[in-house]
């Protein structure tokens, strides 16, 4: 049987809400050559969600860029995940590095996110990733592998991990196809022999294009992208399709 594919759009704070609607509606029109065998999921920031959620045909799911860990609460500022589900979100990335940096957010917290992600039947995206400091100095294997010890609960149900370097997203440079392939293969590894109770797919993020994007498809045990600026242009997102 062959693999699935995750094409995962990152929009980030980008887009507004008719563009938003527009490039939705375009995505929903598209022919699927091999069906169900890939997966396309649209992640738009929180207020975007509600308007998008009315206009999902069978083609595209919906994510969201983070929530809280709890459900309800005195959390000024977080989203809650029960809304999200309300409209309709399948999926919810969690640890991005953006959040981690900025939001100073710990493993300790994403694996809480992780946690009730799954528990409520959403499938979390994982993303983890060394600093360029850090693969230079070849700490990388290091730092991915606590964040998968720190960040993932044993008997989770299923996962998406990222791999994306943080030196790679926006910048345009994208590790080697072996860099990719060594760090596929540490998450692999890891969760066949500590979390073997869990279905995992692993994909890549950092500067994905309709140019690399087969390339790194190609590498084993891949099963997708998770696209930042790249998915923001219709033509572009299409051509990677
Ligand atoms: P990029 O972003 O494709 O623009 O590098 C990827 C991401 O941050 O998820």
Not at 184 to 194: A, Q, S, V
Request: glycine share 6%; charged share 25%; with cysteine.
């Amino acid at each position: 049987m062959k693999k699935k594919t995750f094409i995962i759009a990152n929009w980030k704070m980008n887009l507004s809400l008719s563009d938003s609607s527009n490039f939705l509606k375009k995505i929903c029109k598209f022919k699927m050559p091999l069906g169900n065998l890939f997966e396309i999921v649209i992640c738009p920031q929180f207020l975007l969600i509600p308007n998008l959620s009315k206009l999902l045909g069978s083609i595209v799911k919906l994510g969201a860029q983070d929530c809280h860990y709890a459900t309800s609460g005195a959390f000024t500022g977080d989203s809650s995940i029960k809304l999200l589900k309300y409209f309709k979100c399948k999926y919810v990335i969690a640890g991005h590095s953006e959040r981690r940096i900025l939001h100073k957010e710990s493993n300790i917290e994403i694996k809480k996110k992780v946690t009730l992600i799954s528990s409520e039947g959403l499938t979390p995206i994982l993303c983890v990733g060394e600093l360029l400091n850090e693969r230079k100095k070849k700490l990388h294997k290091q730092k991915i592998i606590s964040q998968l010890q720190e960040s993932i609960p044993t008997n989770l149900k299923n996962i998406i991990i990222a791999y994306e370097p943080i030196w790679s997203i926006g910048t345009g440079t994208i590790p080697s196809v072996y860099e990719i392939t060594e760090v596929t293969e540490i998450i692999f590894n890891f969760l066949r022999k500590y979390r073997n109770h869990t279905k995992f797919h692993i994909i890549y993020g950092g500067s994905v294009d309709s140019k690399n994007f087969k390339l790194i498809l190609e590498i084993k045990n891949m099963s997708g992208a998770l696209i930042g600026g790249a998915s923001l242009h219709i033509k572009e997102f299409k051509k990677i399709i």
